[in-house]
């Protein structure tokens, strides 16, 4: 396979993943909104969510197949990298919540995750360059 | 003949608890090295717990401070010692588990902390960032020491608890707006470590 198709599918994929990543926000937003859930009934709404979630855990897992051997080993990097940060971060917030600080809210969470996964991505590409 | 197939047969393990794959065991060495740490901290907390409590009802006098102050550098250089011998072996698994019990040894989950109202409440909420530092850091040494099949497995189950919890969290967000209450982080920590183990499940079980 050439170099010009491989990078095109990876393109591909971005752009899928980015576009039911975007799909699935557009949806929680939207089904957030007072109107909505007054005329529409929540189990419908969660549906939808639910709906939208699926496609996008089944891009994640075909870009994340598609990896060539180098550029996977540094996305297993920056995953381990994205899950220790997480699960560190939700372990220790409890202490700060009883210190005083709210709950935090699951967009934080969300964001918690994609933005240690970039810092990893960004991080351990460099030391193979 | 069945003494021959019994000869061959490879040891039995006594012990065996896998996360990154089938070949990861703990020694009988690594096993009571991560059961002092842990005994170390709850030790630690308790003696944290009697001090503040001395503390708050006036009763603790300069001797007393000063035993206190003499037990907790002790029982602090005590876990040090035992992660240093852990990770001069380069044993991860044993680090990873010392310093993740030794963080939840001092975990109140919905409650005060353990010395609530006094000098050491900062101080005892941010000690438990270093075991958490030490089994982050072991983590990340032991993904990058496995083999080739325990990282693939480890990569497919982290990529897996990666977007389950990415969508949990934005449908939940979604639900928080239909009216359920907001929740500890504590219960985002648990859909992590839930949907990596069962990541872990499907992935080995496809290698075997």
């Known amino acids: 396979m050439t170099r010009e198709v491989v990078a095109s599918r990876r393109r591909k994929n971005w752009i899928e993943f980015v576009g039911v990543a975007a799909c699935l926000l557009a949806i929680s937003l939207v089904a957030g909104l007072p109107a909505v859930t007054r005329a529409v009934p929540p189990g419908v709404l969660i549906a939808a969510v639910l709906a939208a979630a699926g496609p996008l855990i089944a891009v994640f897992g075909g870009m994340l197949r598609d990896l060539d051997e180098l550029e996977r080993r540094i996305a297993a990097e920056a995953l381990a990298l994205s899950f220790v940060v997480t699960i560190a971060a939700m372990f220790a917030y409890p202490f700060l919540e009883g210190v005083g600080l709210p709950p935090l809210r699951p967009q934080t969470v969300a964001f918690v995750l994609v933005s240690s996964f970039a810092v990893g991505i960004e991080r351990f590409s460099r030391r193979y360059q | ?208």
């Not at chain 2, 040090?80 to 380069?90: E, K």
């Not at chain 2, 939840?104 to 101080?123: I, M, N, S, W, Y």
């Open chain 2, 1 to 208: 003949m069945n003494a021959d197939v019994t000869a061959e047969r490879p040891p039995k393990k006594r012990f065996e608890f896998t996360a990154c794959g089938p070949s990861v065991k703990l020694s009988r060495e690594a096993i009571q090295e991560v059961s002092l740490v842990y005994a170390s901290a709850i030790a630690l907390r308790i003696a944290v717990k009697v001090w503040s409590r001395l503390e708050t009802s006036g009763k603790l006098t300069p001797t007393r401070n000063l035993l206190f102050a003499a037990g907790g550098v002790l029982l602090i250089s005590l876990a040090a010692f035992f992660f240093r011998r852990m990770i001069r072996r380069r044993d991860y698994w044993p680090v990873f588990m010392a310093g993740a019990l030794a963080f939840a040894a001092f975990f109140r989950f919905d409650k005060a902390p353990v010395a609530a109202g006094t000098a050491l409440e900062k101080p005892i909420v941010l000690l438990p960032i270093l075991p958490a530092a030490l089994a982050t850091w072991a983590f990340l040494s032991m993904i990058r020491e496995a083999d080739e099949l325990e990282r693939r497995i480890n990569y497919q189950a982290l990529s897996f608890a990666f977007v389950v919890t990415f969508a949990v969290t934005l449908a939940y967000a979604l639900l928080e707006d239909l009216g359920l209450p907001r929740v500890s982080s504590f219960w985002w920590w648990l859909t992590l470590a839930i949907s990596w183990g069962v990541g872990l499940t499907i992935y080995s079980r496809r290698y075997r």
